[in-house]
């Protein structure tokens, strides 16, 4: 066979892969991007035929010639997150089979750095976009009501009309830690933050809240830094409160890699968990069922929240919006040894 490839690169073309493996232009483009409605036959054949040729898939040629990508940009603020490492799995799997790139972009929590990324992933006439949050920069919306691209929004719930989202409270959340505590009878009560999100204020808003209205409420026992989470972090905050507040009986962490910290620390110091001080985590995160004592933690349904977010915006895409486009996933208080 003689190859021809592109006037311009010399480089093999889809006409090439689709005559190589005899099937349309149209089949060999859907087989490449694993679209399931391809015979996996057909599909093995147009593999084997990419591979012979060494083709590689020129999605911005794609873009230009359909004037839209078969991209779907999802923008979050950490890669370093187990919470956001499972949404991401979720959407890949749901997007795959449609044959839909997912576009992967870091935030850093940076809400500049995410108008960046909207400036420049819109650039590629994105399907769509799944967006953590609520949080941005008035130019970002602005960008992105301009764009008219399908949106959904993540971890944060948003009832007003035309605005999809999938989540759950994080306030709720705040609160139940503080129910909790409360019923183990705690009353000296902090909260253990860092990173200072959206959502991680939200969270000690509805601890605090609930402290209030129990009587218990201390704002000298709100310690929160701006640093990334870590368990390191959460052995130094927690020695920090303590030597402050030694009277303290009861921490809800911001998140599980606070709380971790905190465990090994007071274990290095003999402290009894929870005789001395009880300790609520969030986001259960693996490590937590396996700490001594193990961490009681508020677990939330990250996996979940990934895959709903990605069906709903295939149905937008789809032009057949939810009924009920604010889903509302709940969380559950994972009640264990601390």
Same mark, same amino acid.
């Given at each position: 066979m003689?190859?021809?490839?592109?006037r311009?690169?010399?480089?093999?073309t889809?006409s090439?892969?689709?005559?190589?493996?005899?099937? !349309?232009?149209?089949?060999?483009?859907?087989?490449?991007?694993? &679209?399931?409605?391809v015979?996996?036959a057909?599909a093995?054949k147009?593999?084997?035929?990419?591979q012979?040729? %060494?083709? &590689?898939a020129?999605?911005? =040629?794609?873009?230009?010639?359909?004037?839209?990508?078969?991209?779907i &940009?999802?923008?979050?603020? !950490?890669l370093?997150?187990?919470?956001?490492?499972?949404?991401l799995?979720?959407?890949?799997?749901?997007?795959?089979?449609?044959?839909l790139?997912v576009?992967i %972009?870091? !935030?850093?929590?940076d809400i500049?750095?995410?108008?960046?990324?909207?400036?420049n992933?819109l650039a590629?006439?994105?399907?769509?976009?799944?967006?953590?949050?609520?949080?941005?920069?008035? #130019?970002?919306?602005?960008?992105?009501?301009?764009?008219g @691209?399908?949106?959904?929004?993540?971890?944060?719930?948003?009832?007003?009309? %035309?605005?999809?989202?999938?989540?759950?409270?994080?306030?709720?959340a705040? #609160?139940?830690?503080?129910?909790?505590l409360?019923?183990?009878?705690?009353?000296r009560l902090?909260?253990?933050?860092?990173?200072l999100?959206?959502?991680?204020?939200?969270? *000690?808003?509805?601890?605090?809240?609930?402290?209030?209205?129990a009587?218990?409420?201390?704002? #000298?026992?709100?310690?929160?830094?701006p640093?990334?989470?870590?368990?390191?972090?959460?052995?130094?905050?927690? /020695?920090?409160?303590?030597?402050?507040?030694?009277?303290v009986?009861?921490? $809800? $962490?911001? /998140?599980?890699?606070?709380?971790? *910290?905190?465990?090994l620390?007071?274990?290095r110091?003999?402290?009894?968990?929870?005789e001395?001080?009880a300790?609520?985590? $969030? /986001?259960?995160l693996?490590?937590? =069922?396996?700490? @001594?004592?193990?961490?009681? !933690?508020?677990r939330?349904p990250r =996996?979940a929240?990934?895959?709903?977010?990605a069906?709903?915006l295939? *149905?937008?895409?789809?032009?057949k919006? #939810?009924?009920?486009p604010?889903?509302?996933?709940?969380?559950?208080?994972?009640?264990?040894?601390?």
């Amino acid at each position: 066979m003689t190859r021809t490839g592109s006037r311009t690169t010399g480089r093999p073309t889809l006409s090439e892969v689709a005559r190589l493996s005899g099937v !349309s232009p149209i089949t060999a483009s859907r087989a490449l991007r694993g &679209v399931a409605t391809v015979a996996p036959a057909l599909a093995l054949k147009v593999h084997e035929a990419a591979q012979q040729l %060494g083709y &590689v898939a020129n999605p911005a =040629a794609r873009a230009l010639a359909s004037a839209q990508s078969q991209s779907i &940009v999802v923008l979050v603020p !950490s890669l370093s997150n187990q919470l956001f490492i499972d949404t991401l799995e979720a959407i890949h799997d749901v997007m795959r089979p449609r044959g839909l790139e997912v576009l992967i %972009g870091n !935030s850093h929590y940076d809400i500049h750095e995410e108008e960046n990324l909207i400036r420049n992933y819109l650039a590629y006439q994105p399907r769509g976009l799944l967006l953590t949050g609520f949080e941005r920069t008035e #130019a970002s919306r602005r960008l992105l009501a301009a764009s008219g @691209v399908p949106c959904v929004h993540m971890m944060e719930l948003d009832a007003t009309p %035309g605005v999809a989202s999938v989540g759950f409270s994080q306030e709720q959340a705040g #609160a139940v830690a503080a129910r909790h505590l409360l019923s183990r009878g705690r009353k000296r009560l902090a909260y253990i933050a860092a990173q200072l999100d959206p959502r991680v204020l939200q969270r *000690g808003d509805g601890f605090r809240q609930t402290l209030q209205a129990a009587g218990c409420f201390d704002p #000298a026992l709100q310690l929160m830094a701006p640093t990334p989470s870590s368990i390191g972090l959460g052995g130094e905050l927690f /020695n920090d409160l303590l030597r402050r507040h030694p009277d303290v009986d009861g921490i $809800f $962490f911001c /998140n599980d890699d606070l709380a971790q *910290g905190a465990i090994l620390e007071a274990s290095r110091q003999g402290l009894k968990i929870p005789e001395q001080v009880a300790m609520v985590g $969030f /986001n259960d995160l693996p490590a937590s =069922a396996h700490l @001594v004592p193990r961490l009681t !933690s508020i677990r939330t349904p990250r =996996a979940a929240i990934g895959r709903q977010a990605a069906q709903l915006l295939l *149905g937008l895409l789809d032009g057949k919006p #939810a009924a009920h486009p604010t889903q509302d996933l709940g969380f559950e208080l994972v009640v264990r040894e601390s």
